[in-house]
Structure formats: structure tokens, C-alpha cells
């Protein structure tokens, strides 16, 4: 998670304010520090109208004295104490000496509506390069730094001092971990780091209402699965190429002797237990990972916001408040919240690339019909594809050679580098923070001699698919307030006819006769699907086969496609419908270039942009997936 901090005086990188020597720091009157480990996920605020409701005012009248909490006491701690004497994680050469009895030591004091805790740092590094204080939703607090005492010699203001004593603790890495007693907002956390070695932190309480505080008290897995149960490997190899890995699995795909749910507990309960496991699922298996579990969807892979009104929306763990993205949104959040090591959904107009950028993760969606499809619930085979997750490229890698059933290629520079102007005006985040991370890792990976290339994609397309215009409308243009590219609207809405098309194909049968109970955004998508005639579906499938041969002259053999993969960070959960249609409309012009060409495109995170994961995509032409996992993996070194 991350932390945000009052913008009134200079702020490091890590969220914490800069205590200049000129400025002095306040003596806080407690006393002891006493030494809290980590003691697990805490116990929930719920909201009421003498706490959750006070405004600022009342709050200011009624200065709620701070409550000093004592240190709970634990076998857990006490063997931890017995160990390293404070609660102190220390890692690499710190570990290696003895452990002073100072650094580590906590007080944790609770108002009304925030908590406050006070940590003794002496010795640690404050170079925001090295220290980081991390505020997780459930009251988790994790510092990361490195001590500089325990050194035989110190730099300091130009001079080196000998030291005559090194009893603090020896220098290196260490990790702190401790829990404040309730949910807290991670949007408002303020911390100091004093030149006294003290670290301060204050952090507003989260009051929810009780029904949203009964999913999260059961959300230690962020809501991801909606089935934990292992399997095992079934590799017979001496050292399988995903030995050791873990994965989890989309509620879509064949699993033998379960039924998969499709994210709908009308579908669940009327379809009958998988006789075989899907071949993309046996093959992660057969290669030595072992499943962890089923991972929640959004109903029938109809949507790319995450939210399930029958099971419940995956906590994103990057931005609490945000939708996770969907349709695969628990497989993206459970290799996000680093439950496992990757996983695996289906992408047929976003259901990996949207998930993986707002999750702020590594996601493929490889090309029309790379990976075997069979024993997965179709929602639209003219796009239905097998993605992947991962938090690095490394394992990325390792999972598509196993999918794709393709050996580990060296990497190779693309040319030429092709970067879509347009496509970028579509996008809230500034282009150059999207475009210039990528420019600067394919010369430092290359050097500085690729071949880049700017287009305006839209106006290449229109003049390259003829059949799109069949689907462009003024009225379409007309109704859009923000900023719109006619020719991939028109893309968009090609797209979305033949997915409804097929989508009622496969399963109108089903809903006209069981009348299933949908959620709201996907009834209404079901009930259009429905409604959907075969009318200029040949023309949908036209623009298909036109579009790909028009992206493959322009990308050649190793040309790469550079755009967003969304038009901005997540949108808020259940957030205005208007907003989210615009925002969907914008999307799915960017999502449907390589929906629709079924081209391969890989989501590349790109950090954090006011506080929010924000991400760029590589696209390549139909069959150079093992060309662009290879360019990702190398490129991912100077991102």
C-alpha cells in the first residue's frame, strides 16, 4: 500500500516530512517505549453517528485525550523477544551482530477518530532512497530501512568520525511490522522521521458500515478466492520449470470433480461437476505449480470493473477504494496482494490487461488463439483468450514458455518502436510518464539506436479497415463530451456486436429458460445481448480480418505497438454510472485494438501517479508472444 502526507512542507518520496536541522523537534511526553511484533489483521470500527458522522468542528471541541495502548503480550512475541530482544526483523549484515536493545521500541495511542504511533529509529538511514514506512488498510505498519551505526567510522557534514562504540546495532537492512488496533484510511496518513532518530506517524481510523465490515473481517485474501483448496503438481520431471510456484485459478475454467461457477450462483448450482481439467490448467500443473485456489470473476466475463453483486468485490490492494478491475479481478488481485506467485483468467475485451493495470501488475493477453481454449466457459471464441498475471517479468516469462508451449527466446530490439499519439490523448495521466519510462529502458537495453515512430493510429486504421465504416456514426461522435476517436469507437462498437452476438449464441438457450438473477451493469448488458440479430455481423467479422493485416504492415515482423492500456487509474467503487460509461466507452476504443486484431499485448505497470497504479502496453503482431515476453523481461530492468 502507500502512504499520503500533508502537502504543507516538503515531502520525501517515502510520505514523510524532511525535519530540517533549523527547525526543532517537539519532545512528546511518553514514556516508555515498549516493543508491539506484528500480531495479525485487526479488529474492524463500525461507523455511527456519534463517531463516524462528528465534523471537524466538533471534533476541535471536543480534543479527545490520546489513549496510550500497553504492549500485548504473545508466545509469538515473547519468542520473538527472547530471540532479537525488540520485535526487530534484521536482514543481511545486520543480523550478523549483536542487536542493541533501542531500535524497534513502539508506543501506539488512539483518539477518536485516528491512531498515533511513535517508533525509536536510532541509527536508521533517512534517505527516502533507503526508508520507507508502508500503511496497509488493516492497520499494518511495515518501516523498511537500513542502520548506519555499528560502523568503526561515520561521514558526517564532510568529516569522518571514529566511533567508540558500535552497540546499537550493527549496519544494514532491516524490517519493522507492527498493528495498530483498527482499519485505518491509508489516503490520510501524515509521518515525520526527526533527526532524533523518532519516527511519528498519525492515521485517520476507517469507520464502515457493519454489512461492509463482515466481508472485510473474512478478507485476509482480500476476497480473491471464492474456493481455497490445493492441488498438486502432477509433474513427473526431475526439476519441472514451475517447481516451487503457486497460482490460482479463474472460476471459469474446467477443474475435474468441480463445477465452474462463471461468477453467477444460478450458473453453479445448474451445471454439472468438469469430467477433466482444462489442457491450460493441466499444463501449469504438469510443469510443477501447485493451485492455491479459485479466484472470483464478475458473472458470465461480462464486465471490466471487478464488482460481483453474488460473491462480493476483491479488495484491490493497491487502492482500497477503487474498483480491482475485471472480469478475472480475483486471479489479478491474489498475485497483486502476493497470495501467490502468478495466476491465470481469460481476457476477451480486457478481463487480464484491465485487472493487471489497476492492480499494478504484470498482465498477457496472448494472441487469438495461442493457448488452448477447451475447458474454459466461452464467452465470445472470436476473442476469448487465456491471460496470465505475474508481479514480475521473470515469472511472466516462465508461465507463457509453459502456455504457449514455446522456448525462452533472447531478447530483441524491436524496430521499429511505434508509438500511438492519439490513442494517448484518450489517457488522464500525462503521456510522457507513460511513453518516456519505456523510451529510456529500450536505450539503456539497446542502446540508443531504435528506431521510434510516431502515428496517429486512428487516422491509419480508418484509412486501412474499410468495413469500419459501416459503424461509424455522427451520433456517436456527437454524444461524447470528452475527447474520442471516431475510428476506434467505431472498433469499440464492432467488437462489442459480435461479442454479444456469440455471447447469446452460447448461452440464450440457458438464460431464456432458467432466468437467472444478474447484478446490476450486467443485466442490462445480458438483456441488449439478447436482443442482438445477425445483423452486420459479417461486417464485424470483415473488420477482424482487415484490421489484421493493417496492423501487421504497419508493426512488420518486430514492430511494436506503444499505448495506454486504460484511459486512467481505477475508477472509485460503485462509482457514477455516467462517469463509468464514459470512462468503459474510452477503454474499450484502447482495449479492442488487440481484441480485435487479435493481436498479443502485455499491461506494463509504471508505479504509482497521485497515489494511484497507472501502466502502459506493448502490442505485437498475431503470433509474437514469445517476442514480446522476452522484450518485457529485458526492458522491466531499467523501468
Given at each position: 500500500?502507500?502512504?499520503?502526507?500533508?502537502?504543507s512542507?516538503?515531502?520525501?518520496?517515502?510520505?514523510?516530512h524532511?525535519?530540517?536541522?533549523?527547525?526543532?523537534?517537539?519532545?512528546?511526553?511518553?514514556?516508555?517505549?515498549?516493543?508491539?511484533?506484528?500480531?495479525?489483521?485487526?479488529?474492524?470500527?463500525?461507523?455511527?453517528s456519534?463517531?463516524?458522522?462528528?465534523?471537524?468542528?466538533?471534533?476541535?471541541?471536543?480534543?479527545?485525550?490520546?489513549?496510550?495502548l500497553?504492549?500485548?503480550?504473545?508466545?509469538?512475541?515473547?519468542?520473538?523477544?527472547?530471540?532479537?530482544?525488540?520485535?526487530?526483523a534484521?536482514?543481511?549484515?545486520?543480523?550478523?551482530?549483536?542487536?542493541?536493545?533501542?531500535?524497534?521500541?513502539?508506543?501506539?495511542?488512539?483518539?477518536?477518530?485516528s491512531?498515533?504511533?511513535?517508533?525509536?529509529?536510532?541509527?536508521v538511514?533517512?534517505?527516502?532512497?533507503?526508508?520507507?514506512?508502508?500503511?496497509?488498510?488493516?492497520?499494518?505498519?511495515?518501516?523498511?530501512?537500513?542502520?548506519?551505526?555499528?560502523?568503526?567510522?561515520?561521514?558526517?557534514?564532510?568529516?569522518?568520525?571514529?566511533m567508540l562504540?558500535?552497540?546499537?546495532?550493527?549496519?544494514?537492512?532491516?524490517?519493522?511490522s507492527?498493528?495498530?488496533?483498527?482499519?485505518?484510511?491509508?489516503?490520510?496518513?501524515?509521518?515525520?522521521?526527526?533527526?532524533?532518530?523518532?519516527?511519528?506517524?498519525?492515521?485517520?481510523?476507517?469507520?464502515?458500515?457493519?454489512n461492509?465490515?463482515?466481508?472485510?473481517?473474512t478478507?485476509?485474501?482480500?476476497?480473491?478466492?471464492?474456493?481455497?483448496?490445493?492441488?498438486?503438481?502432477?509433474?513427473s520431471?526431475?526439476?519441472?520449470?514451475?517447481?516451487?510456484?503457486?497460482?490460482?485459478?479463474?472460476?471459469?475454467?474446467?477443474?475435474?470433480?468441480?463445477?465452474?461457477?462463471?461468477?453467477?450462483?444460478?450458473?453453479?448450482?445448474?451445471?454439472?461437476?468438469?469430467?477433466?481439467?482444462?489442457?491450460?490448467?493441466?499444463?501449469?500443473?504438469?510443469?510443477?505449480?501447485?493451485?492455491?485456489?479459485?479466484?472470483?470473476?464478475?458473472?458470465?466475463?461480462?464486465?471490466?470493473?471487478?464488482?460481483?453483486?453474488?460473491?462480493?468485490?476483491?479488495?484491490?490492494?493497491?487502492?482500497?477504494?477503487?474498483?480491482?478491475?475485471?472480469?478475472?479481478?480475483?486471479?489479478?488481485?491474489?498475485?497483486?496482494?502476493?497470495?501467490?506467485?502468478?495466476?491465470?483468467?481469460?481476457?476477451?475485451g480486457?478481463?487480464?490487461?484491465?485487472?493487471?493495470?489497476y492492480?499494478g501488475?504484470f498482465?498477457?493477453?496472448?494472441?487469438?488463439?495461442?493457448?488452448?481454449?477447451?475447458?474454459?466457459?466461452?464467452?465470445?471464441?472470436s476473442?476469448?483468450?487465456?491471460?496470465?498475471?505475474?508481479?514480475?517479468?521473470?515469472?511472466?516469462?516462465?508461465?507463457?514458455?509453459?502456455?504457449?508451449?514455446q522456448?525462452?527466446?533472447?531478447?530483441?530490439?524491436?524496430?521499429?518502436?511505434?508509438?500511438?499519439?492519439?490513442?494517448?490523448?484518450?489517457?488522464?495521466?500525462?503521456?510522457?510518464?507513460?511513453?518516456?519510462?519505456?523510451?529510456?529502458?529500450?536505450?539503456?537495453?539497446?542502446?540508443?539506436n531504435?528506431?521510434?515512430k510516431?502515428?496517429?493510429?486512428?487516422?491509419?486504421?480508418?484509412?486501412?479497415?474499410?468495413?469500419?465504416?459501416?459503424?461509424?456514426t455522427s451520433?456517436?461522435?456527437?454524444?461524447?463530451?470528452?475527447?474520442?476517436?471516431?475510428?476506434?469507437?467505431?472498433?469499440?462498437?464492432?467488437?462489442?456486436?459480435?461479442?454479444?452476438?456469440?455471447?447469446?449464441?452460447?448461452?440464450?438457450?440457458?438464460?431464456?429458460?432458467?432466468?437467472?438473477?444478474?447484478?446490476?451493469?450486467?443485466?442490462?448488458?445480458?438483456?441488449?445481448?439478447m436482443?442482438t440479430?445477425?445483423?452486420?455481423?459479417?461486417?464485424?467479422?470483415?473488420?477482424?480480418?482487415?484490421?489484421l493485416?493493417?496492423?501487421?504492415?504497419?508493426?512488420?515482423?518486430?514492430?511494436?505497438?506503444?499505448?495506454?492500456?486504460?484511459?486512467?487509474?481505477?475508477?472509485?467503487?460503485?462509482?457514477d454510472?455516467?462517469?463509468?460509461?464514459?470512462?468503459?466507452?474510452?477503454?474499450?476504443?484502447?482495449?479492442?485494438?488487440?481484441?480485435?486484431?487479435?493481436?498479443?499485448?502485455?499491461?506494463?505497470?509504471?508505479?504509482?501517479?497521485?497515489?494511484?497504479?497507472?501502466?502502459?502496453?506493448?502490442?505485437?503482431?498475431?503470433?509474437?508472444?514469445?517476442?514480446?515476453?522476452?522484450?518485457?523481461?529485458?526492458?522491466?530492468?531499467?523501468?
Amino acid at each position: 500500500m502507500r502512504s499520503s502526507s500533508a502537502q504543507s512542507e516538503k515531502i520525501g518520496n517515502n510520505g514523510f516530512h524532511e525535519n530540517r536541522e533549523n527547525q526543532p523537534h517537539p519532545v512528546l511526553p511518553v514514556a516508555p517505549l515498549n516493543s508491539v511484533p506484528y500480531l495479525g489483521p485487526s479488529s474492524l470500527h463500525y461507523a455511527s453517528s456519534v463517531s463516524a458522522n462528528k465534523s471537524d468542528e466538533d471534533a476541535e471541541k471536543v480534543s479527545p485525550a490520546m489513549i496510550f495502548l500497553p504492549a500485548e503480550s504473545s508466545q509469538e512475541f515473547n519468542d520473538l523477544a527472547a530471540l532479537i530482544k525488540t520485535g526487530v526483523a534484521l536482514t543481511g549484515s545486520a543480523a550478523l551482530g549483536k542487536i542493541g536493545p533501542t531500535i524497534g521500541l513502539l508506543d501506539v495511542a488512539e483518539s477518536d477518530d485516528s491512531y498515533y504511533f511513535r517508533v525509536s529509529l536510532p541509527g536508521v538511514s533517512r534517505d527516502e532512497k533507503e526508508f520507507t514506512c508502508e500503511v496497509e488498510r488493516d492497520g499494518k505498519i511495515v518501516i523498511k530501512g537500513a542502520t548506519t551505526t555499528g560502523e568503526k567510522t561515520v561521514c558526517r557534514n564532510s568529516q569522518v568520525f571514529e566511533m567508540l562504540t558500535q552497540n546499537l546495532c550493527p549496519p544494514g537492512h532491516f524490517t519493522i511490522s507492527f498493528q495498530l488496533p483498527g482499519w485505518v484510511s491509508t489516503e490520510e496518513f501524515v509521518g515525520n522521521f526527526g533527526s532524533d532518530g523518532v519516527l511519528e506517524g498519525v492515521v485517520k481510523k476507517q469507520f464502515v458500515e457493519r454489512n461492509e465490515a463482515a466481508a472485510m473481517a473474512t478478507s485476509n485474501d482480500y476476497g480473491a478466492f471464492i474456493e481455497k483448496s490445493t492441488i498438486s503438481p502432477t509433474s513427473s520431471s526431475s526439476s519441472p520449470s514451475l517447481q516451487g510456484l503457486t497460482f490460482a485459478i479463474k472460476d471459469i475454467f474446467d477443474v475435474e470433480g468441480r463445477v465452474s461457477g462463471f461468477g453467477n450462483p444460478d450458473w453453479l448450482r445448474t451445471h454439472s461437476a468438469a469430467t477433466s481439467t482444462a489442457p491450460a490448467v493441466s499444463s501449469l500443473l504438469e510443469a510443477g505449480a501447485t493451485s492455491l485456489g479459485i479466484t472470483i470473476m464478475d458473472e458470465m466475463a461480462y464486465s471490466i470493473n471487478g464488482e460481483n453483486a453474488h460473491y462480493g468485490t476483491p479488495i484491490n490492494p493497491i487502492a482500497s477504494d477503487r474498483v480491482p478491475g475485471g472480469s478475472s479481478s480475483g486471479s489479478a488481485v491474489a498475485v497483486a496482494a502476493s497470495l501467490v506467485d502468478f495466476s491465470i483468467g481469460t481476457d476477451t475485451g480486457g478481463s487480464v490487461r484491465v485487472p493487471a493495470s489497476y492492480c499494478g501488475i504484470f498482465g498477457f493477453r496472448p494472441s487469438h488463439g495461442a493457448v488452448s481454449t477447451a475447458g474454459v466457459t466461452p464467452m465470445a471464441q472470436s476473442f476469448d483468450t487465456v491471460g496470465w498475471f505475474a508481479r514480475d517479468t521473470a515469472t511472466l516469462k516462465r508461465v507463457g514458455s509453459v502456455l504457449l508451449q514455446q522456448p525462452h527466446l533472447k531478447p530483441v530490439e524491436p524496430s521499429p518502436l511505434i508509438i500511438a499519439d492519439d490513442c494517448f490523448k484518450l489517457c488522464s495521466v500525462p503521456c510522457e510518464l507513460l511513453v518516456q519510462p519505456l523510451v529510456r529502458s529500450l536505450e539503456k537495453s539497446f542502446g540508443g539506436n531504435t528506431v521510434k515512430k510516431n502515428v496517429n493510429l486512428g487516422n491509419y486504421i480508418e484509412e486501412n479497415v474499410l468495413s469500419l465504416k459501416h459503424f461509424m456514426t455522427s451520433d456517436d461522435v456527437a454524444t461524447q463530451q470528452e475527447f474520442c476517436i471516431p475510428s476506434l469507437m467505431a472498433l469499440s462498437s464492432s467488437m462489442r456486436l459480435l461479442q454479444r452476438y456469440e455471447f447469446k449464441i452460447n448461452h440464450g438457450e440457458w438464460i431464456s429458460s432458467v432466468k437467472p438473477e444478474f447484478g446490476p451493469g450486467i443485466s442490462s448488458r445480458i438483456d441488449e445481448a439478447m436482443r442482438t440479430s445477425d445483423e452486420k455481423i459479417d461486417l464485424s467479422r470483415s473488420v477482424k480480418t482487415e484490421l489484421l493485416t493493417a496492423l501487421s504492415t504497419l508493426l512488420g515482423e518486430k514492430g511494436v505497438l506503444v499505448i495506454p492500456t486504460v484511459p486512467g487509474p481505477p475508477p472509485h467503487l460503485q462509482a457514477d454510472v455516467a462517469a463509468l460509461e464514459s470512462f468503459r466507452s474510452r477503454a474499450f476504443s484502447l482495449l479492442s485494438i488487440a481484441g480485435v486484431s487479435g493481436f498479443c499485448q502485455v499491461s506494463i505497470p509504471l508505479g504509482l501517479h497521485e497515489n494511484l497504479p497507472v501502466s502502459v502496453s506493448l502490442v505485437a503482431k498475431h503470433g509474437s508472444d514469445g517476442f514480446l515476453l522476452s522484450l518485457v523481461d529485458s526492458l522491466s530492468k531499467f523501468i
